[in-house]
């Protein structure tokens, strides 16, 4: 076998045994865009390696895309939301508590979020509202 073969291989089965959660970034459509820009950068192993990242981080209708996330996230800080302490790690999965979490809107300029967004401990977090989950950290 190839070596790009076999680089893709393991990719893929890397991808296929992810957890439920980073589903939830968006496997397939961060794998395509991941590849495009690998592709673009270093031709088809950067391809290979770019989707490989990309399932990992994501982009899915109803999240914030990786080329939004930047300029999302100063929105957030021009926006001033009230900061939410939790006392537990910030983490994708997460489920926040019942009384206190401010959500907010995301405006349409970002895509179709079906998401709110809070900032919990300093950190940016689009969150399902109705079960109070994590669905995404925006770095």
């Given at each position: 076998?190839?070596?790009?073969?076999?680089?893709?291989?393991?990719?893929?089965?890397?991808?296929l045994?992810?957890?439920?959660?980073?589903?939830?970034?968006?496997?397939?459509?961060?794998?395509?865009?991941?590849?495009?820009?690998?592709?673009?950068?270093?031709?088809?192993?950067?391809?290979?390696?770019?989707?490989?990242?990309?399932?990992?981080?994501?982009?899915?209708?109803?999240?914030?895309?990786?080329?939004?996330r930047p300029?999302?996230?100063?929105?957030?800080?021009?926006?001033?939301?009230?900061?939410?302490?939790?006392?537990?790690?910030?983490?994708?999965?997460?489920?926040?508590?019942?009384?206190?979490?401010?959500?907010?809107?995301?405006?349409?300029?970002?895509?179709?979020?079906?998401?709110?967004?809070?900032?919990?401990?300093?950190?940016?977090?689009?969150?399902?509202?109705?079960?109070?989950?994590?669905?995404?950290?925006?770095?």
């Amino acid at each position: 076998m190839s070596g790009r073969f076999m680089l893709f291989a393991s990719a893929m089965a890397y991808c296929l045994a992810l957890t439920a959660p980073v589903y939830a970034q968006g496997v397939l459509p961060g794998a395509k865009n991941g590849a495009e820009q690998g592709n673009d950068a270093a031709g088809p192993v950067g391809g290979v390696v770019g989707g490989a990242v990309g399932a990992v981080t994501g982009g899915i209708n109803g999240l914030i895309g990786i080329k939004e996330r930047p300029r999302f996230k100063q929105y957030v800080i021009e926006q001033h939301p009230q900061v939410f302490h939790y006392k537990k790690p910030v983490a994708v999965g997460a489920v926040l508590p019942a009384e206190g979490v401010q959500y907010y809107a995301v405006p349409a300029e970002y895509g179709h979020v079906t998401y709110q967004y809070a900032d919990v401990n300093g950190e940016v977090v689009l969150v399902e509202p109705s079960t109070r989950r994590i669905v995404q950290i925006i770095q």
